[in-house]
């Protein structure tokens, strides 16, 4: 493993499957990584995750250790518990040290954002309980477990149509929970309600179970609807506010914009996986994105190092 006290060729925020596949790439390129992380996935309440070739079923836990683990195998790999809370447009990146590991001011030739998301989940009680086991954000990931199920759609995005749709192509025993949003219009009720889905309008206050099993949705009215799991529309919002000083261009949303090779508007700034938000957010697809950004940044290194043009 590299030393902390270094300059690494490059910085990676983010020890995720974005994170993880690119550094294992750039160290295999032998490009000196340094990977910042505070060990906070998204896929943490999960037990087992789905779709990814070769790997279907196993913990999404086990997969970040194995990955970390054949990472620091390399000479040029270094990881360190931390949280970046700055990165400015000159590269500089400032860490804050977690359990034990050091803060530090850096100055990488380049970074790779691979921060992922957060998500805030609508806000009836006990739904974290029941997250991960009987409620999903992922259809593709978990649609097949669900299937035939008597399933709960509960969201207020103005995609809550769309992924209805998608869910009735496992189930078309689902009620679609608007939370008490306008999410779905008059013309998509129509038509889902006329292929048996059910819409309810109702605020949903409460996830109801028995030992852990999900039963049902209480609504706003104490009308409790049976239910034995299905899935939820979090808002996603995109783990970037370190970069408030890089000048980075960002969507509506706060996702940072990206081009083909996942660099972004701030020469030697590159993002890649779910910060990026280009759906579907899985692990094989920010695995993917991080395979394509490491081989961006070491061509756009050795570009520099030519004294060329990046890429
Ligand atoms: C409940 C659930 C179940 C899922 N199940 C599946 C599944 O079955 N199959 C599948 O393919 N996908 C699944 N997913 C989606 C999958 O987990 C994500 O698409 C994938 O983890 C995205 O990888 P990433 O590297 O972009 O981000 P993440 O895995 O979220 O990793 C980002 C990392 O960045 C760190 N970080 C954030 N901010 C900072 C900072 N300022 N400084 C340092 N570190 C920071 C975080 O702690 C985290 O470790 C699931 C998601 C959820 C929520």
């Not at 590159?270 to 695995?287: C, F, H, K, N, W």
């Amino acid at each position: 493993m590299a030393d902390l006290g270094e300059q690494p060729d490059v910085v990676i925020i983010g020890a995720g499957p974005a994170g993880l596949s690119a550094g294992l790439n750039l160290v295999r390129a032998r490009r000196s990584v340094l990977m910042v992380d505070t060990n906070r996935p998204r896929h943490a309440p999960t037990l087992r995750s789905h779709g990814t070739l070769g790997l279907d079923g196993i913990p999404p836990l086990e997969l970040r250790k194995v990955g970390r683990e054949q990472f620091l195998a390399y000479p040029g790999a270094a990881h360190t518990m931390g949280t970046v809370t700055r990165v400015g447009a000159d590269l500089s990146v400032s860490v804050q040290g977690l359990r034990g590991g050091p803060d530090l001011e850096l100055r990488p030739r380049a970074v790779l954002v691979a921060t992922g998301l957060t998500e805030a989940l609508p806000d009836a009680a006990n739904l974290r309980a029941y997250y991960g086991t009987a409620l999903h954000s992922c259809i593709e990931c978990d649609g097949y477990e669900k299937a035939d199920g008597a399933l709960a759609l509960i969201g207020s995005a103005s995609d809550l149509a769309s992924r209805a749709w998608e869910i009735a192509h496992f189930s078309r025993d689902l009620v679609v929970f608007t939370d008490g949003s306008g999410a779905v219009s008059e013309a998509e009720a129509a038509e889902l309600e006329a292929a048996g889905i059910r819409i309810e309008r109702e605020k949903a206050v409460e996830i109801v179970g028995e030992k852990a099993v999900m039963t049902g949705v209480r609504l706003e009215s104490g009308r409790v609807v049976e239910r034995s799991g299905g899935f939820i529309r979090p808002e996603w919002v995109p783990q970037v506010s370190f970069l408030a000083d890089a000048d980075v261009a960002a969507d509506g949303a706060g996702r940072i914009v990206v081009d083909r090779r996942f660099a972004s508007s701030v020469p030697g700034l590159y993002a890649a996986g779910d910060v990026t938000s280009r759906e579907p957010l899985q692990i094989a697809v920010a695995a993917g994105e991080g395979a394509v950004v490491a081989r961006s940044i070491h061509l756009d290194l050795l570009a520099a190092d030519r004294g060329g043009a990046r890429g």
